[in-house]
Structures are given as structure tokens and as C-alpha cells.
């Protein structure tokens, strides 16, 4: 019995604990509902503020009727400004601004400024040339009051030039009208003014240049050069000058042709054998040098030839110790331009043994030199070499023998 009534306290004491939290919890969510209408009654306040914090602008005609709805541009009343007369208004094409206004009061000035209570808006408003102080709420809407403009017609002055043209570059003159409108025009390029072309030969007269410059700008040029022709007109001799004409032909139609001569030099003497090859003259420093292939020696009885550098066409005679020597006694040919003399056998024979003179004479000149005649020989040697000779003859016939009959042998 006495648990029973523990118990029965027990629970009497939790029912009470539960049903006391079950009520603080309906209080709690009570008190969040009630509370969220004033949170949105303060954003909806806030947001009255915002909208109020600015007033509306708008362009109107005369008549009122709206041109431009200038909603985006609103004026701003949490900061201090002013709205004067000066101020910029926006420009509207085919109108021209008038006067601003609030209501049926002319703005002369607005006047944005803020004390404890808030901002404070002052018009400076004008009624029949009288100026007086008018407060605003800030709700008002400021008009700017357009006229329709009348059309206009253009008319511009003679023009000032902008961009200066240049040779090459376009120029543009630029006018402008009484309402300020500006209007341009092209000035084409002026193009070249070139100066007269001029020439310059090469020192070597191998070319010609052709040159000119414009006269606006000297850096502007145009050249060509050009490998003259050449026409021999005199002839160069071995004394004489030649003379030759150069022509330059340029492909420029602005380039003129150009001539001019130019000496050619006498070619000078070429000399060999004594004369010039081109003009046969003489050559007056020619001395002529005989030679010979034997060392200046003359066998008793044979030919004996010399050579002259001097041409075979010069030559004269031969001399022999002075004398002159009969053209019986000797030959004469041409072999590389030199003069070969051939002095025959038989009229060496007719010499005495020892020291002799030999001299070409040719119309250049004489050419000689000294030679020597050896003796003739002795019968007794010459039949010494007759047996010597057959002698060897004979043991070069025995060995042919000797060796045919070797071959024979070998063979059977």
C-alpha cells in the first residue's frame, strides 16, 4: 500500500513537468507568429523609404505630353544637392529645354539638404519674374519642359581645311554650320610635282642613271639605270685614237635619252720578229739573235743551219767572214716566224779548218755569231770505219744464223 502511493506521486509529478513544457512551447510558437507580421511591416517601411528617397524627373512638352520618361533618373535625397537653372538637362533631338518645373511653379533653383528629422527639399521657385523659397515633400515629380524646334536648314561657311593632302595622302576641309553642325569633305591627293630629270654618267661611262625629285618633298624620287649601246665610229690604230658614241635608253616616259662619245685609245705597237703585227711597222729596239743547234760548231762537208728571230719576209742576205754568200750555197725558210738559213754542205767544204763568222741580214736588222769549221777527214779513218762497219754487219748476220737454227732444233 505504501508503494502504490509513491508510485501514484511519481507519475502525478510527471504529468505535471509534461504539461507544463506542452505550454511553454505553445507560447513560444504563439510568440514567433505574432511576431513575423511586424518584421514584415518594418521591410515593407524600409522599402517606402527607399522609394521616397528619391524624386522622379520627367521631360514633358509644353502641352505636358511626356517626350522621355526619365524614371531611371531620379534625384537623390540622402545626399545634399542642388538643381539650378545651369545644371545639364538631356538633350532631346528636335527640342530645345525651356524652363523645369514643379507643378505649376517654375524652378529656378532645388535645393537637396538634411537636418534631425530627415532631408529637407527647397525650391527657389519663380511666378511672374518673382522669385520666393517653396518647401517639397520629395514626392513631387520635376518636369523638364521641352518646345518643339523648328526645322532647321543648314548653312555652312566656306570650310577650313582639317587634314592637309599630300602627295600621296588624302587631305579633308571640314565646315561648319551656325546651329554647330559640322560637315566634311574629301581633298583628293596632290600628287607629284616633279623637277626636271637629271643624268649621271658612270666614271667608266658602262651606265647611266636617270633621276628626279618631286618638288613638295624631296624624299619622294624615281631612278633608273641603264647599260648604255655602243657604236664604234673611228677605229683605234696602233698610233691613232678611236671614238665610239654611247646611247643610254631609258623605259621611263618621264627619262630622256641620253648620248655622249667617248675616246678610244690608240692600241699601241705589238711587235714580234721585229715588226708590229697589226701595222707591220718596224720596231726600232729590235736587235736580232742568230742561234744554232750544233754549240757553234760546222762538220767538215755537211749543212750547217742557223736561226734569225728576225721574220723571214726581212731577210736579205747571208755573210760569211763579211762576205757575201752566193744564194747557190744556201737555203732559206720561215718555221715559227724566224728566218732558217741552211748553209749547204759543199760551201762549208770550201772553208778553212778553224774560226768563222756567219750574219743574216734582214731589213730589221743583223743577226750573227761565230762558229767553228772542223777538218775534214782522214782516208786512213775513213776505211778504218768502212771495216769497222762491215765488220759488225758480219757478227749480226752470224747471230741470226746461229739463233734460226736454234728455233729448228728446238722444234724437231
Request: hydrophobic share 30%.
Amino acid at each position: 500500500m505504501k508503494h502504490g502511493k509513491m508510485l501514484l506521486s511519481l507519475l502525478l509529478t510527471l504529468a505535471m513537468l509534461l504539461s507544463m513544457s506542452v505550454f511553454a512551447l505553445a507560447e513560444e510558437v504563439e510568440g514567433e507568429t505574432a511576431e513575423t507580421p511586424a518584421e514584415d511591416a518594418a521591410t515593407e517601411e524600409v522599402v517606402e523609404e527607399e522609394a521616397a528617397a528619391k524624386m522622379t524627373v520627367r521631360c514633358v512638352d509644353a502641352d505636358g505630353a511626356t517626350i522621355r520618361d526619365q524614371q531611371e533618373d531620379y534625384l537623390d535625397l540622402s545626399k545634399d544637392q542642388v538643381l539650378d537653372e545651369k545644371s545639364t538637362r538631356p538633350n532631346i533631338e528636335g527640342y530645345t529645354y525651356q524652363k523645369t518645373m514643379v507643378g505649376t511653379d517654375e524652378i529656378v533653383k532645388l535645393t537637396v539638404s538634411h537636418d534631425d528629422s530627415g532631408a529637407v527639399v527647397t525650391a527657389t521657385v519663380r511666378q511672374s519674374g518673382v522669385e520666393s523659397e517653396k518647401k517639397l515633400t520629395g514626392s513631387e515629380t520635376v518636369l523638364f519642359v521641352y518646345e518643339k524646334a523648328e526645322e532647321h536648314t543648314h548653312s555652312f561657311d566656306e570650310g577650313k581645311v582639317t587634314t592637309e593632302p599630300t602627295c600621296t595622302e588624302k587631305g579633308v576641309k571640314t565646315f561648319t554650320c551656325s546651329c554647330g553642325e559640322t560637315k566634311t569633305e574629301e581633298i583628293p591627293a596632290l600628287g607629284h610635282d616633279w623637277n626636271e630629270p637629271g643624268y649621271t654618267w658612270a666614271e667608266d661611262n658602262s651606265s647611266c642613271t636617270a633621276q628626279r625629285s618631286c618638288k613638295r618633298d624631296a624624299s619622294h624620287t624615281e631612278s633608273e639605270t641603264v647599260k648604255p649601246a655602243e657604236t664604234v665610229t673611228k677605229e683605234a690604230t696602233c698610233t691613232e685614237k678611236g671614238e665610239k658614241s654611247l646611247k643610254a635608253t631609258f623605259t621611263g616616259e618621264a627619262f630622256a635619252e641620253q648620248s655622249k662619245t667617248e675616246e678610244i685609245p690608240a692600241l699601241g705597237h705589238d711587235f714580234a720578229h721585229g715588226r708590229c703585227k697589226r701595222c707591220d711597222e718596224k720596231d726600232p729596239n729590235f736587235k736580232p739573235k742568230l742561234t744554232d743547234n750544233t754549240n757553234g760548231h760546222a762538220s767538215w762537208g755537211t749543212d750547217y743551219k742557223v736561226t734569225s728571230d728576225a721574220a723571214r719576209k726581212d731577210f736579205q742576205k747571208v755573210l760569211i767572214d763579211g762576205q757575201e754568200l752566193s744564194s747557190s750555197n744556201y737555203s732559206v725558210a720561215e718555221v715559227n716566224g724566224n728566218t732558217v738559213v741552211t748553209v749547204k754542205g759543199s760551201a762549208i767544204k770550201s772553208l778553212k779548218v778553224g774560226q768563222h763568222s756567219i750574219a743574216v741580214v734582214s731589213e730589221t736588222g743583223t743577226a750573227q755569231r761565230n762558229f767553228s769549221v772542223s777538218d775534214k777527214p782522214k782516208t786512213g779513218d775513213a776505211d778504218m770505219a768502212l771495216w769497222t762497219g762491215l765488220l759488225l754487219l758480219s757478227a749480226m748476220g752470224a747471230a741470226a744464223v746461229t739463233l734460226t737454227a736454234r728455233k729448228k732444233f728446238s722444234a724437231q
